[in-house]
């Protein structure tokens, strides 16, 4: 038995999820928010049979897509006392981090 914990982009979190509930693999979803960007996220936590595991890997890939996208440059401070933000850059975002361990014990109550 494996647990899959599966951090995804809010924008990519419906398609994953909608192609978990197809296959009619159950989960635990969770907002989150990423401590760099302070972005919204999604957090899945998938209890799985080690065979299982492959296959929702390969979801979790297919719907993730990373892509660049504009975020503000620190907010700069105006003459006048009124904050502006100046230039964006462009920031890879997107894709998944999934971290799979091993469950020692299960019991569904």
């Keep these: 038995m494996k647990m899959i914990t599966a951090i995804v982009n809010k924008k990519d979190a419906g398609d994953v999820c909608r192609a978990l509930t197809e296959e009619h693999i159950q989960f635990t979803k969770m907002a989150t928010t990423g401590g760099f960007l302070l972005t919204g996220n999604t957090t899945l936590l998938i209890g799985a049979a080690d065979e299982?595991?492959?296959?929702?890997?390969?979801?979790?890939?297919?719907?993730?897509?990373?892509?660049?996208?504009?975020?503000?440059?620190?907010?700069?401070?105006?003459?006048?006392?009124?904050?502006?933000?100046?230039?964006?850059?462009?920031?890879?975002?997107?894709?998944?981090?999934?971290?799979v361990t091993d469950v020692q014990y299960y019991e569904k109550m």
């Design 52 to 99: 299982k595991v492959d296959e929702i890997l390969g979801i979790i890939r297919s719907h993730c897509a990373q892509r660049m996208e504009p975020v503000p440059v620190s907010p700069e401070m105006g003459a006048n006392g009124t904050v502006f933000f100046g230039q964006s850059a462009e920031v890879l975002v997107g894709g998944a981090i999934v971290f």
